[in-house]
Every structure is written in C-alpha cells, then in structure tokens.
C-alpha cells in the first residue's frame, strides 16, 4: 500500500491549502483514513481522520479550520486547511488501516510552511 501525500507549499499566515493522498496498492476501502503531522523537533500528532461511515475527529488546534473528508470509491483522502497559521509548519502525513481505527500504513509526506 502507498500512501502518497500532495499539495503542501509555502503559504502566508491566514492562507489556504489542500492536501490530498491517493491511496494505492490495494483495492480494498480503508476503514480508517487520516492525517498526521511532525513539526521540527517535536513528535507526530494526529490533525484529524475520518472513517468509512464519514465520522470525523479533529486536533483541538485544528477544529474550525481544518476539514477532513473522503472519496471511498478513490481511496482517496483530503484535507482543506483555512486560516493557516505559523504553528500549523510541519510535515503533513496520510495514514490508513483497512480493519483497524489505528494506523497501519503511513505515507512519507508532504511539507507545510506557513510563514510571511
């Protein structure tokens, strides 16, 4: 299974972007699809996932600005970030499980630079 990340960059304060991660490898759905981020020098959190039924759950420090959401059909997961901020800096990574609501397959990344 890969689990390709996409659509990280450089964004200012207050901007916007998309991630997506097209999952391949297999042609089952994924019970669990989600992203997870590291920041320089700091441990991997989860930003939010999102199930086979669309119930979602976010990071405290996302809610209100970070929408997670799926194409079952695609194996493909999204994430629209509003209203970045410079703390949100880190690598974006997709994750998934095929039975579990823990991660088995992780993908390698994309970066986020929110700065001016």
């Known amino acids: 299974v890969q689990l390709p990340a996409s659509g990280g960059g450089l964004v200012q304060p207050g901007g916007s972007l998309r991630l997506s991660c097209a999952a391949s490898g297999t042609r089952l759905s994924f019970k669990l699809m989600a992203w997870y981020r590291q920041a320089p020098g700091k441990q991997r959190e989860l930003v939010a996932n999102?199930?086979?039924?669309?119930?979602?759950n976010y990071a405290d420090s996302v809610k209100g600005r970070f929408t997670i959401s799926r194409d079952n059909p695609k194996n493909t997961v999204y994430l629209q970030m509003n209203n970045l901020k410079p703390e949100d800096t880190a690598v974006y990574h997709c994750?998934?499980?095929?039975?579990?609501?823990?991660?088995?397959?992780w993908g390698q990344g994309t970066l986020v630079t929110v700065s001016s």
């Open positions: 994750a998934a499980a095929l039975r579990s609501l823990d991660p088995v397959y």
């Open positions: 999102i199930i086979t039924s669309g119930s979602t």
